[in-house]
């Protein structure tokens, strides 16, 4: 997968002037983040970090990683109604992930209540390596979906400009009209805008849950901008102030003080260390509410790990999707090797084989945002420690995908521009919007491209392993 600047990167002189224009027009075009020291303001600002040059994506994984979203957005919605497989899925794992077990016992109070909530919004993104074969050939693999707090969409919109930049100024205006135009954070306003909609009250606000501490509000920003285009409101706020201002009416219409809200955006609620008491307690009255979440608890939980490992099972799409066996065809193409660790025979051999040969397979908790699994030695203890115990249920097995590696140079503020074999992860946002049992909309977004240093196995952006790029089609 050879490009042709792969020979400026010998260049060392050439790459700091490249450098330099590339970071000006990064954080021209709003390419930004707020600084570490100080994640409460926009006062300071740094770029977000990125690639130098766009990087190889084989353009029929892109167009198929873009044909199978929609029949993702339907898997997803299809395991968020289906309580019966939730609860099977997940039995084993709550009995030893407190974390996980505390989603399920919201969701289980919820349904027991009973669903106010007829509006739905998914607002996901799922993730691919390509693998490479012995003979050279890539296939496209999902590394995981992402159902709650899908980020970078909107930062994704302005990195082809300062990519299209860098190749104009080299003269390869050609190359530069390659990399494709992309701005998910539109589609995702939209699928926002049609669950307020339909939630059907004017004067209702979208309510964006997040920290204060929140580096990445310029991302945020750009869907809240997005929707103002379309005169919805959205108000920022913390789970703090749910607790604080937030309430139901006896329809459980929610409110925060007098403002009633139509649709909750999670931007934050996605990680064990996000929640204190009174958070859960908040998250609770969200999800008892009408408003329409993204995503509710059923759809939070549709991403777990060990949700992806058990759609894997024989069977299970077809079950899940019945009369749409192209869509199943599709989605499992995309599947990697996925292994149960659940007791029992067949947990005993996943885990003989990872100990066998531990560079073919990653350990996963049930966490996301990055830096939890395990690699290497590092899972070859984990499992020695696991394997008689029941807690092994909250992992799951994970064939690690080697995709070939390939030259590029990454930009971070504050540290020299780094020439490293890299690798990337492609994303896929994708929008639905159900009311009641009607599918009304179906859509992908726009793409992410992530690229990190071959040395680094774990870890996105936010993480601060992997940068933005941009995929070059080949
Ligand atoms: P998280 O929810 O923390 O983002 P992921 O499953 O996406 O968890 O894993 C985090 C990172 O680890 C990915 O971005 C990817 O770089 C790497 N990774 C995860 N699964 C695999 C895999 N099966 N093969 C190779 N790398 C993987
Ligand atoms: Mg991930």
């Known amino acids: 997968m050879a490009t042709s600047w792969g020979s400026i990167l010998q260049d060392e002189k050439q790459l700091e002037e490249l450098a330099k224009q590339a970071i000006d027009r990064a954080l021209a075009e709003g390419m930004l983040l707020r600084s570490a020291q100080n994640p409460s303001s926009s006062d300071v600002v740094t770029y977000a970090p990125f690639t130098l040059f766009p990087s190889p994506v084989p353009s029929t994984l892109l167009e198929q990683a873009y044909a199978v979203q929609m029949d993702f957005n339907i898997l997803v919605d299809a395991v968020s109604q289906n309580s019966a497989f939730l609860e099977q899925t997940l039995s084993s794992t709550i009995k030893k992930d407190d974390y996980t077990a505390r989603l399920f016992d919201i969701y289980k109070q919820v349904l027991k209540e009973g669903i106010a909530q007829t509006v739905f919004l998914g607002l996901n993104r799922s993730d691919y390596m390509f693998q490479c074969g012995t003979d050279g050939s890539k296939a496209l693999k999902q590394i995981e979906i992402n159902t709650i707090s899908a980020s970078f969409g909107g930062l994704a919109s302005r990195t082809p400009a300062v990519h299209r930049h860098i190749l104009n100024v080299l003269n390869k205006t050609k ?268 859509k992908h977004v726009g793409h992410l491209l992530r690229t990190k240093a071959i040395e680094h196995a774990d870890g996105g952006v936010a993480a601060g392993v992997a940068v933005l790029d941009n995929p070059y089609p080949v």
């Open 175 to 442: 190359e530069a009209s390659k990399i494709l135009s992309n701005n998910p954070s539109k589609g995702l306003a939209l699928g926002i805008a049609k669950a307020w909609e339909l939630y059907g009250s004017a004067n209702a606000v979208v309510l964006l849950i997040a920290q204060e501490k929140e580096r990445n509000i310029f991302d945020q920003r750009a869907i809240e901008n997005e929707l103002l285009d379309r005169k919805i409101h959205v108000v920022r706020g913390r789970f703090e102030d749910v607790s604080e201002r937030g309430s139901l009416d006896q329809n459980r219409r929610l409110f925060m003080d007098d403002q009633e809200v139509a649709v909750v955006y999670f931007r934050d609620g996605y990680m064990p260390s996000q929640y204190n008491p009174q958070n859960w307690e908040a998250r609770l009255l969200l999800e008892r509410s009408r408003a329409a979440k993204c995503p509710d608890i059923a759809t939070q939980l549709a991403g777990t790990k060990k949700v992806q490992q058990e759609l894997s099972r024989v069977g299970l799409l077809e079950a899940l999707l019945p009369g749409q066996p192209e869509a199943v065809a599709r989605l499992r193409a995309t599947f990697a090797g996925l292994y149960s660790l659940d007791m029992g025979e067949e947990g005993d051999q996943a885990i003989a084989e990872a100990l066998a040969a531990p560079g073919h397979f990653v350990l996963k908790p049930q966490r996301e945002g990055g830096g939890n699994n395990l690699y290497g030695e590092e899972m070859v203890q984990a499992l020695e420690q696991l394997k008689d115990s029941e807690e092994r249920a909250s992992y799951i097995l994970m064939e690690k995908i080697e995709p070939e590696p390939f030259g590029n140079c990454l930009l971070r503020p504050g540290s020299p521009a780094q020439v490293v074999q890299c690798v990337s992860e492609l994303g896929i946002f994708g929008v639905y919007v159900r009311q009641g049992t009607t599918l009304v909309m179906n």
